[in-house]
């Protein structure tokens, strides 16, 4: 049975009160496409290194989370193979040669299914832990998210993932809109550019975290209870 009672967090702009039975860890967007070296994110220019520095983070906060006996819930982005739920807006945006559905180095590009699409080895989700497949870049978009996370009971999230201004930031948003309070160890977050990674980071703390609290992995792994 696991401690209902809150432990404190070291965080920004003030102390997390983190309460382990009624909060989950939500793992954004970890794929090959987004963080492997032939991707989709390296074929629009991108640089991965900029982004995989927050793998080993996820995997040892992912570890003690499973450890603890808390709730562990992964998120992808991608689209159905016959691009039925891929608006035309998002699929021509960017200008690239290639798009989402095109064939690329790891299948189809976004499309579920594809190795691209999938999560990478080193944060593989465990059979017991929901997978959501979204076809935007918030969790909560056309999913079953909040009905999952409202059955397990949780209130509170700590938000990882790629990337910290986009798929992070708008879930954190609609989060907070569904009156979730959400927890973002910077170390667990990246971006390809990373001053949009700060400003990220800034704007989930400003106005006495007007869309939650920044913390870090170290801190968070340090307060969490033991599975009993």
Not at 44 to 53: A, K, P
Not at 144 to 173: A, M, S, W, Y
Request: net charge neutral; charged share 25%.
């Amino acid at each position: 049975m696991i401690e209902k009672s809150s432990i404190k967090i070291e965080a920004e702009p003030y102390p997390f009160a983190l309460t382990a039975a009624s909060c989950a860890l939500l793992i954004l967007d970890m794929q090959r496409d987004f963080l492997e070296p032939g991707g989709f994110g390296e074929m629009l220019g991108n640089d991965v290194s900029q982004v995989r520095h927050a793998i080993e983070p996820n995997r040892q906060l992912l570890m003690a989370w499973r450890a603890a006996g808390l709730l562990v819930i992964h998120a992808r982005e991608g689209h159905r193979p016959d691009l039925t739920d891929l608006p035309e807006a998002k699929r021509k945006r960017g200008w690239g040669k290639t798009s989402i559905g095109d064939h690329g180095p790891m299948g189809r590009i976004l499309v579920r299914g594809e190795k691209g699409h999938d999560i990478i080895p080193e944060l593989y989700p465990l059979p017991s832990e929901p997978v959501i497949d979204k076809p935007g870049k918030g969790a909560f978009y056309a999913t079953d998210l909040h009905t999952i996370l409202q059955n397990h009971g949780i209130k509170q999230l700590v938000i990882t993932g790629v990337t910290t201004e986009v798929c992070v930031h708008t879930t954190v948003r609609e989060a907070n809109d569904r009156g979730y309070e959400c927890l973002v160890p910077h170390d667990c977050v990246a971006s390809y550019f990373p001053h949009f990674h700060e400003v990220g980071l800034k704007m989930i703390t400003a106005q006495g975290g007007i869309f939650g609290w920044v913390s870090d992995s170290t801190r968070i792994r340090a307060v969490l209870p033991k599975k009993l």
